[in-house]
């Protein structure tokens, strides 16, 4: 079993930057995409940015040019710096990794990180 462990949410002002972090623990895995969702209040997880074992990434259009997504392979770790924050940012930041075991591939989730954005 791998376990993601989040850190790097907090309260900002609006304009501000955060820089979220997330890192997989675990023994005899090999991590596959890794990817950030977030979950405002009354609203479904969204999806918010991917990055394959390779670097390709994938951002959603509402942080397009604001976040960026990378990973450290070597660290088994994602990041994601935040910039130029909104009110409408605010919600749990939520880590996902896909990984694989023994040829079957399985997924994970982080527990989550509040990111809250004041106005």
């Known amino acids: 079993q791998v376990q993601l462990v989040e850190s790097g949410g907090g309260l900002v002002q609006a304009g501000g930057s955060l820089r979220l972090s997330c890192a997989a623990s675990?023994?005899?895995?090999?991590?596959?995409?890794m990817g950030w969702y977030r979950q405002a209040p009354g609203k479904q997880r969204e999806l918010v940015a991917t990055?394959?074992?390779?670097?390709?990434?994938n951002y959603s259009d509402s942080v397009k040019g604001r976040f960026t997504i990378s990973r450290d392979n070597a660290k088994n770790t994602v990041y994601m710096q935040m910039n130029s924050l909104k009110p409408e940012d605010t919600a749990v930041y939520y880590c996902?990794?896909?990984?694989?075991?023994?040829?079957?591939?399985?997924?994970?989730w982080g527990q989550g990180t509040q990111v809250t954005i004041s106005s």
């Open positions: 996902n990794a896909r990984w694989v075991l023994m040829t079957v591939e399985y997924e994970s």
């Open positions: 675990g023994s005899g895995f090999s991590l596959n995409d």
């Open positions: 990055i394959t074992r390779g670097g390709t990434t």
